[in-house]
């Protein structure tokens, strides 16, 4: 049965690409011209496709017509790292993602922090109920087999980062009461407006869909390239959901199902930057094209240490530095984050260079060898503990570079961690764990610990592993984990109350505010109180 819903916001990337939009001075209520109906436009598995494709390049494109300076996950996966306190700022800057590491943009319901997901991924759900339903009128094919996999993983995955975002999470709360977000299932009038539904219907929901999208992908043709989803994919993203609710023999299973095809990447592709979807461990990635690039609003302006914008030479990123204590000497990973690093923001002799340099000759060439292993510019600031693992692949430029999605070792992390929670598996996770961490340290043995101990070495492997690729604010959430940067590196001045926070059982500040502009347009929505 289809669900219809009034003041969403969905405009819709079907009428993007094909021309088919309306500008509406109404931010819930864009929706297409009279000019060509949805039914003609998606009339055909090639015009299918094409919506498809438009939904792909809404992860990394610019959209002018809510908030023009975001980028899809090029925005998103900064989101979820930069509040979460493993990857750090230096400075202010210029101000991008200030008020989110300070806490005050996603707990405010007029803030484009709130504002951006709920579009976004209410958006791409509209544009995959647009072909779900119109393929009910085609015959079916292996190549609508394709699309129709790739279109309910869609409306899955975006369902759950809204439920992420904007609910209590799953094991903390009660979710048979909880309120999640609305589900969408149509995108035709007469336009009501939906009430919030429960975290438990949203998951089941998020369940169904990539139940479908895994049967639709058993049949289907293969995938064009890897910035399309397939059934890994799918699979991954169910390891990911199962995980999240605490269902582990079903994440142990589709992380190890999601993986089989891919082979872990080597210590030199590691270490050559993660900006290109050639790598062989990547799972699922934006392919940027270069005429779409976001230019200074992609994840590597925010994120890389040497792309070549304001707010990289004004606000180096790097690591907690409690974190980088976690990792063995031996681990390669730790090669990627320069402890020495000399600060550029401090005389020679002073600041976090007090005591480190006899001479302003030796802070000067301490200076020009880390500019050549960071393959940074003379304006770029630097400071210890810097970052190296995002990289512009060709020195300090703006050129686009790929984005990454799900790769590998993400599933190697869910099965291990999903085996040692359901007790009696130990082993099997140990030997998970090791299968994975021995790649990245030569000097890695076979873990012996078990329960709760080995749940937590796996944990810290996952904020090593998956560090600045969006990860880490989920996983305080299902892990109900306080924040305290204390002793991170982070500045109490620049940080404020992202300092220290509660864990979310205790503090409901996690949970991102519903939209004022969803709110003042839906009577039927209510805010998180």
């Known amino acids: 049965m289809k669900t219809t819903y009034k003041n969403l916001v969905y405009s819709l990337v079907l009428a993007m690409v094909l021309g088919l939009s309306s500008c509406s001075d109404d931010f819930l209520q864009t929706v297409p011209t009279d000019a060509v109906s949805t039914d003609i436009a998606l009339g055909s598995t090639e015009n299918m496709m094409l919506a498809i494709n438009g939904i792909h390049r809404t992860l990394y494109a610019q959209n002018p017509e809510i908030i023009r ?119 035709e009038p007469p336009y009501e407006g939906l009430a919030r539904n429960t975290v438990t219907e949203v998951y089941n929901q998020i369940k169904t869909d990539l139940t479908d999208a895994i049967t639709h992908f058993a049949d289907a043709s293969p995938r064009a390239d890897i910035s399309h989803l397939n059934v890994d994919v799918a699979k991954g993203i169910a390891a990911r959901v199962y995980l999240t609710i605490g269902e582990w023999a079903n994440a ?167 085996l040692a929670r359901q007790g009696g598996k130990d082993a099997e996770a140990q030997s998970v764990l090791y299968d994975l961490v021995s790649v990245r340290d030569e000097g890695y043995t076979k873990s012996t610990n078990t329960g709760q101990a080995l749940v937590n070495e796996i944990l810290t492997q996952r904020r090593i592993e998956l560090f600045l690729e969006g990860h880490r604010w989920f996983d305080m959430l299902r892990n109900d984990e306080t924040l305290d940067l204390a002793g991170s590196g982070a500045n109490p001045d620049l940080y404020l109350e992202g300092m220290y926070e509660d864990k979310p059982s205790m503090n409901d500040r996690w949970i991102f505010r519903i939209p004022q502009r969803e709110l003042n347009a839906n009577p039927n929505m209510v805010q998180n109180d």
């Open 252 to 418: 142990a299973k589709y992380a190890n199902e999601a993986r089989e095809e891919y082979s872990l990447m080597s210590e030199a592709q590691f270490k050559a930057g993660f900006n290109t979807v050639d790598n062989p461990e990547w799972m699922w990635g934006s392919k940027v094209i270069t005429d779409q690039t976001a230019y200074f609003w992609s994840y590597f302006y925010y994120t890389s240490n040497n792309f070549n914008g304001s707010q990289n030479r004004s606000n180096p990123k790097f690591m907690n530095h409690k974190l980088y204590d976690m990792m063995s000497e031996t681990d390669y990973r730790r090669d990627l984050i320069l402890k020495d690093c000399p600060s550029t923001f401090s005389a020679w002799d002073k600041g976090e260079n007090a005591g480190r340099y006899a001479s302003k000759e030796e802070y000067d060439a301490a200076v020009k060898t880390y500019r050549g292993i960071i393959g940074n510019s003379s304006t770029h600031n630097m400071v210890p503990y810097l970052h190296i693992k995002l990289q512009q692949s060709d020195g300090a430029t703006i050129t686009p570079m790929d984005v990454i999605h799900m790769r590998a070792a993400e599933m190697y992390l869910i099965e291990a961690e999903a």
């Open 69 to 187: 300076f975001y980028a899809g996950e090029q925005y998103m996966i900064p989101m979820a790292e930069f509040a979460a306190g493993d990857a750090l700022h230096s400075a202010a800057g210029n101000g991008w993602f200030r008020t989110v590491a300070q806490w005050t943009s996603h707990t405010d319901a007029t803030s484009n922090d709130v504002t951006y997901p709920w579009w976004y991924y209410y958006n791409i759900i509209g544009s995959a109920n647009n072909i779900i339903n119109a393929a009910e009128s085609l015959q079916m094919s292996d190549d609508l087999h394709n699309i129709l996999g790739q279109a309910y993983t869609y409306r899955a995955w975006a369902h759950f980062n809204l439920v992420r975002f904007f609910a209590k999470a799953y094991m903390i709360g009660d979710p048979d009461t909880d309120l999640g977000v609305p589900i969408m299932l149509a995108t």
